[in-house]
């Protein structure tokens, strides 16, 4: 048999993330869990700032509580979280002492693998966690983020994962491509060249099939040193996610690979998926048409439908492909910012702003002089100078003040909120906190129904039981009482 390829599955993160707007439920997710667990894959992927913030908000979840459940549920699988960096959070800073309790509180709660990730590639900000996580035992993984330009070559990406092992030490480089980008081209010489600086350490291979490409740039990756594959279950595979985990494998084993998975459990995983979302009316997966303007652009599937949605409001639709070409030409002015949160933002605002006024740089925003200024990470290279020079000659007094390093904010969130765990105040100081009361107050009704029906069905569960296959044998009864002091249940045929 050929060399091992492991997988890491990412349908309880980013599969829901990328194809469902991240409304899968915790309850959702358990069945999900239970064959995972018997599926054979290494890893699973479960934690990242998006997935907090959409658990409180919109499933009313609380996150850190779904981590615990699910470690109780999968103990074999290593559960796998992102961490929060300076940028992390898009355009909010966040002092250190809660980014440091992110890591913590990530690792405390279950989860067994770290990543660490920087847009712009900056190392001094992808390493403060990493060491910390390391040193509370997790294994790190160094995320360096795939773009397309002439800065973001494969030279660029050996320096920077031998760096990122010399600094960290970290377990494993993750080639996160987020959009999608990597083409078979280009894949073999990558891959090489991540091999080459990473050593004999992990390397696993992150991209999305918004293309239909993502599946044969996988074959290649471990053709090319690749050890760890991330896949998700169909129907959250395809499209907008990674490629599916049931082709993944068959591929690799097609090619020779010795792959540990448990077909049948993936199969069980993916008949409740697609129940799910046929009850809910989520979308199923499907394989993306190839669209060669996509490597152009290289704008994120969802933010593509909001930019089109904004030009449309300012009837502007006629002229879309213009913004499309502008987001270039912005992008290699501010000195070719990978375009993920909160760059790919940024550059696509300050384009639509080009296209709306008509005037290029007119209208900067305070988050444009602020990453011209270094606030979110070193730039790769600098900014073009010319349009530096008009950014910061129409630039507030206050936005061209250096960031003020901020005060630990735990003390104070100790001292408001003196019976709340660590796990508590961390979401009251990143999600509003009317939306933490909802879903504090949602997860206390569902834990008051549950030992409501806990007391239903323990002491008089084998009398109920009884009693109820005795009225199903008797066609003349058409209801039945049972009452045990306070506690009363009615049963009508």
Not at 322 to 340: F, H, I, K
Request: aromatic fraction near 4%; charge should be neutral.
């Amino acid at each position: 048999m050929g060399r091992l390829i492991t997988i890491r599955d990412t349908t309880l993160r980013d599969g829901h993330q990328s194809l469902w707007a991240t409304r899968m439920s915790t309850e959702m997710m358990l069945p999900v869990a239970e064959r995972l667990e018997r599926s054979g894959v290494d890893s699973v992927d479960v934690m990242a700032h998006v997935i907090t913030d959409a658990a409180v908000r919109f499933t009313k979840d609380d996150p850190f509580e779904r981590m615990r459940i699910l470690r109780k549920i999968m103990p074999t699988p290593t559960m796998a979280a992102y961490t929060a960096s300076k940028v992390a959070w898009g355009f909010r800073f966040a002092p250190s002492d809660m980014l440091q309790l992110c890591t913590e509180l990530t690792v405390r709660n279950g989860a067994g693998v770290i990543t660490a990730m920087n847009g712009l590639l900056d190392l001094d900000l992808m390493e403060p966690p990493l060491k910390q996580a390391k040193a509370l035992g997790a294994k790190t993984i160094a995320a360096l983020v795939y773009s397309i330009s002439p800065v973001h070559t494969d030279a660029l990406y050996e320096t920077k994962a031998r760096e990122i092992i010399e600094r960290c030490d970290v377990d494993g480089i993750m080639i996160k491509d987020s959009g999608g980008l990597i083409t078979p081209d280009r894949a073999a010489s990558l891959c090489d060249a991540v091999r080459r600086g990473s050593g004999d350490r992990h390397i696993t291979l992150h991209s999305h099939a918004m293309t239909g490409m993502a599946g044969r740039v996988y074959m290649i990756g471990v053709d090319h040193g690749v050890d760890d594959l991330q896949c998700g279950i169909w129907p959250l595979a395809q499209g907008a996610a990674q490629p599916s985990l049931q082709m993944v494998a068959r591929n690799l084993r097609e090619k020779g690979y010795t792959l540990n998975i448990d077909d049948a459990q993936v199969e069980a995983a993916s008949l409740h998926i697609q129940d799910v979302a046929r009850r809910h009316k989520f979308p199923m997966g499907a394989p993306a048409e190839y669209d060669d303007a996509h490597y152009s652009h290289q704008i994120p599937g969802g933010m593509l439908s909001n930019l089109r949605n904004q030009m449309a409001q300012a009837k502007l639709l006629d002229r879309f492909p213009e913004l499309l070409a502008e987001v270039q030409v912005v992008r290699a002015e501010l000195g070719w910012p990978t375009l993920v949160t909160p760059f790919a933002q940024l550059v696509a605002n300050q384009a639509l702003l080009n296209i709306i006024t008509g005037k290029r740089y007119a209208t900067v925003p305070d988050e444009i002089v602020h990453y011209i200024l270094g606030h979110y990470g070193r730039l790769l290279v600098p900014a073009d100078a010319n349009v530096v020079d008009k950014i910061m000659s129409l630039a507030s007094v206050e936005a061209r003040q250096p960031p003020e390093e901020l005060e630990p904010a735990l003390p104070g969130l100790r001292k408001r909120y003196p019976h709340a765990s660590d796990e508590e105040r961390f979401l009251r100081y990143m999600i509003p906190e009317s939306a933490v009361e909802d879903m504090l107050r949602h997860q206390k009704a569902l834990a008051e129904r549950k030992a409501q029906r806990q007391a239903i069905t323990g002491p008089v569960s084998d009398v109920l039981l009884t009693l109820l296959a005795k009225a199903a044998a008797m066609n003349d009864v058409a209801e039945v009482t049972l009452q045990s002091g306070d506690l009363r249940v009615r049963v009508v045929r």
